[in-house]
């Protein structure tokens, strides 16, 4: 089974500081990978994506992640947390390859970021 | 460029009720797909549409439903309502090819009394 995995709930960081939040997922086939933003009462907003190569990819508002394929992860970073960083972020993996094309994203349980000045 | 829009922004509806919300995706993508964001659930998948079929669709009871329009637009309808259907509801868009991902509009608020 398809599954995307975010083992922490929440993250707190001080503004200024560099900041990860976790990602490890299990599909069948080649992922691609993605990472969005929500902001309270607002839709999602794409960060970045990994599809293929280089495995460190750079997104939106400075984020950058780092696609490990023999750890099955995809950990978001950012080098120097602002405060307007704050929100709710989601992994978000599509799988590719036979009966897995269904074209949906399979989302983790999101992490709260919480940037402190 | 205009985004993903959905309408109406919040909705509010009684138990055995139907409700019907709205997506224009971004002019150019061909795939819409509505999200059920509720409280503890996370964001599950409900629906598929491109090129005005259902593709697919995510573990969801029939009462769920809806279309796509030959202007790519969607509608989500979501009959015989009952409380746990209260949630934010999430239409987005894709262009086509492999690569592309979705962009999302703002949601829905749909709350059952």
């Known amino acids: 089974a398809q599954s995307v995995a975010q083992p922490e709930d929440q993250v707190n960081v001080a503004e200024g500081n560099p900041l990860t939040v976790k990602c490890t997922y299990s599909?069948?086939?080649?992922?691609?990978l993605f990472w969005y933003v929500q902001y309270p009462n607002r839709g999602l907003q794409f960060l970045l994506k990994y599809i293929t190569g280089d495995n460190l990819v750079k997104g939106s508002y400075g984020f950058e992640a780092e696609f490990n394929k023999s750890q099955t992860s995809f950990h978001l970073k950012k080098p120097s947390a602002l405060v307007s960083d704050s929100a709710l972020y989601f992994c978000?993996?599509?799988?590719?390859?036979?009966?897995?094309?269904?074209?949906?994203?399979?989302f983790g349980q999101g992490t709260t970021l919480q940037v402190k000045p | 460029e205009a985004g993903v829009t959905q309408s109406p922004t919040h909705l509010i509806k009684t138990r055995g009720q139907q409700a019907t919300l709205r997506c224009s995706p971004i002019?150019?993508?061909?795939?819409v797909y509505w999200y059920q964001q509720a409280l503890g659930l996370g964001l599950q998948f409900l629906l598929w549409?491109?090129?005005?079929?259902?593709?697919n669709r995510g573990n969801f009871p029939p009462r769920f439903s809806g279309r796509q329009f030959p202007n790519y637009s969607s509608e989500l309808n979501v009959n015989a309502l009952e409380l746990e259907d209260s949630a934010l509801y999430l239409c987005a868009s894709r262009m086509t090819g492999s690569h592309n991902e979705q962009f999302f509009g703002p949601g829905t608020r749909l709350t059952v009394l």
């Open positions: 549409y491109d090129e005005g079929e259902e593709r």
């Open positions: 978000a993996v599509r799988a590719l390859g036979g009966s897995s094309n269904t074209g949906k994203l399979i």
């Open positions: 599909v069948s086939g080649n992922p691609y």
């Open positions: 002019s150019g993508h061909t795939s």
